[in-house]
């Protein structure tokens, strides 16, 4: 089956479901890991021993990852290219 016929193809209503469910987790995990990207980055501002215990260069940069990772998670969400064949 070429591309342009399985872009055109019809979805089910199972299909469909699908695709709607896997958006909402990307959003929502998305939104979780942005969450906490920040509160690691800002760390200093609430009452917590981990940056003593990991250190502020350390969270700081797995704050970084987790916020580039949950925007890429809401960017797939977004997209919804889930049924694509390789």
């Not at 995990?29 to 250190?55: C, E, S």
């Not at 990852?65 to 290219?81: P, S």
Request: a positive charge; aromatic letters at 18%.
């Amino acid at each position: 089956m070429a591309l342009e016929e399985f872009e055109r193809k019809e979805l089910t209503e199972r299909d469909k479901g699908f695709i709607r469910m896997r958006s909402i987790m990307d959003f929502g995990m998305g939104i979780l890991w942005l969450a906490m990207g920040f509160f690691l980055i800002f760390i200093n501002k609430f009452d917590t021993d981990l940056v003593m215990r990991f250190g502020d260069s350390t969270t700081k940069i797995f704050g970084g990852v987790c916020i580039v990772y949950g925007l890429f998670r809401v960017y797939r969400g977004y997209k919804k290219n889930y049924l694509r064949e390789r």
